[in-house]
């Protein structure tokens, strides 16, 4: 039986402060018929796909900045969107903030999220950021803040992968792109298609340097962890630049040969299509990386331990 999904990577456009959840769900249904009218099965949307990237700003009570979290999923506000897939038979993978109470103790936590939905409107399952990027405390001296390390925790549950869409589906949010852990971690497990939201300013406060190569790190880290892993990625932007932070477009559907299937050819509000055969993942796992046959894992045993760093 052939397992062929039709995928739309539905990029984003800026999200300013004042545009209410409302009007953005507008935005994501609006994206999600074209994926429909171009017969689609999934639809992935960027990381923090229901508000502004608000962690540029520092505010000194982390409470007030609460109304940028959903507190649970679906809510009011993105009901509609839960709905008009349902009915389409459209599945989709939502990147928001996630403010949760924990009985123990009555904590608050917060996180960076994730949640998978089918095509008949079941939750598959809500994946939480692992590498958190940024700083922790405000500093004057940027041009913005890169605050993630104060508004979300860290995942303790790693990345977990779903059977979902007729195949192996995983998660993982922006900057666990750039990890080889992140892929590997799902390789391990089978994955054959990992959907990936970011939010990628193009200015890197720490070393500016880096800033021309944001476009090629993006391009490298994705094309490599899809190959390396013989699976898909579906990489989606929020690009373009929002509350004067120019952020990277670039979103594109990735083969288990590392090629380039679809990429956005603007900074705004785009939808990009490619249909993924999943049997193509066998090629690459069952040949090059038999990971039976050929990985070494008993030589490997750095990989979980403290790094011992460079003079
Ligand atoms: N959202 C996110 O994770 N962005 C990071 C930029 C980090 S720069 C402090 C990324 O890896 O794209």
């Known amino acids: 039986m052939s397992r062929i999904v039709r995928v739309g990577a539905a990029q984003l456009g800026p ?80 990147g928001y903030a996630l403010l949760e109470h924990d009985p123990v103790g009555d904590a608050i936590r917060r996180w960076n999220v994730q949640t998978l939905v089918e095509r008949d409107g079941s939750i598959v399952g809500t994946f939480k950021k692992v590498h958190i990027p940024g700083h922790e405390g405000h500093e004057p001296d940027r041009p913005f803040q890169h605050l993630e390390r104060y508004y979300f925790e860290p995942s303790p549950e790693g990345f977990h992968v779903w059977d979902a869409f007729g195949g192996r589906v995983g998660m993982m949010i922006c900057n666990d792109r750039r990890w080889p852990e992140s892929y590997r971690e799902m390789g391990m497990q089978g994955v054959e298609m990992i959907l990936c939201g970011y939010n990628t300013p193009l200015h890197y406060a720490p070393d500016p340097s880096q800033d021309p190569l944001q476009g090629f790190h993006n391009a490298l880290v994705m094309q490599s962890g899809a190959y390396q892993n013989g699976t898909f990625v579906i990489g989606v932007a929020k690009g373009g630049t929002e509350e004067g932070v120019p952020s990277l477009a670039e979103s594109s559907i990735i083969a288990p040969s590392g090629e380039i299937l679809a990429s956005a050819t603007t900074d705004g509000d785009e939808l990009i299509t490619a249909d993924c055969d999943l049997d193509w993942c066998r090629q690459y796992k069952n040949t090059l990386f038999d990971m039976d046959r050929y990985r070494r894992p008993e030589v490997y045993t750095r990989l979980s331990a403290p790094p011992r760093n460079a003079p």
């Open 15 to 94: 999200i300013e402060r004042h545009h209410s959840r409302e009007e953005v769900v507008a935005r994501l249904v609006s994206l999600l018929q074209a994926a429909a009218d171009d017969g689609c099965r999934l639809v992935v949307y960027p990381e923090l796909a229901l508000t502004t990237f608000f962690p540029r700003w520092f505010v000194d009570d982390i409470a007030t900045a609460d109304h940028w979290y959903e507190t649970h999923m679906p809510n009011e506000a993105t009901q509609p969107l839960f709905d008009e897939a349902q009915r389409l038979g459209i599945g989709f993978c939502l």
